[in-house]
């Protein structure tokens, strides 16, 4: 999993992509990978400028979609639901810092910058996974991906990593 953050004129920000060490995603992997990545585009799916939140047990959570998503779309080796393994936030402003000052009582609107990250870490598998884009919200509320452009499916992280 690479973690990398940039700054460009005074502004920070960061992205997560999680690469197979072998070039390859095994079976499982794939499957953890693709449950993320199913939650990370269901809470883009269910974003609403002036009304989606960031935070968990709010109204209208990016979070919540993004958790329900994760428990009711995979397992773990005991046959049990994969969102205790969701163990941290969704998202989080980025700005003049990283992980940027913000409201997280406000809904997200038109000139917000924010992440969407969900992971899931199963210790127990030795198995950890984490998509993380930063967004923009336009004045007209619509969600632009401003790292959109990399790969994010598993077939094109494999690729990318093959250099096709």
Do not use: C, W
Not at 30 to 43: F, M, N, S
Not at 73 to 79: L, P, S, T, V
């Amino acid at each position: 999993m690479i973690d990398a953050g940039g700054e460009y004129s005074l502004y920070a920000t960061d992205i997560t992509r999680t690469l197979p060490v072998s070039g390859k995603f095994t079976p499982r992997q794939r499957e953890i990978y693709d449950v993320v990545l199913g939650a990370q585009q269901a809470a883009m799916a269910a974003f609403q400028s002036g009304k989606s939140h960031l935070l968990r047990k709010q109204t209208d959570s990016l979070y919540e979609v993004a958790y329900d998503y994760i428990n009711t779309h995979g397992k773990d080796m005991q046959g049990e639901p994969l969102g205790r393994y969701f163990i941290h936030g969704l998202s989080h402003y980025v700005g003049l810092n990283v992980h940027d000052e913000g409201d997280y009582e406000v809904p997200v609107g038109p000139g917000v910058v924010f992440t969407i990250e969900p992971g899931i870490y199963i210790p127990e598998e030795k198995l950890g996974v984490r998509i993380e884009d930063t967004f923009y919200v336009d004045k007209d509320g619509k969600l632009i991906n401003l790292s959109g452009g990399l790969p994010h499916t598993a077939d094109e992280v494999e690729q990318a990593i093959a250099g096709r």
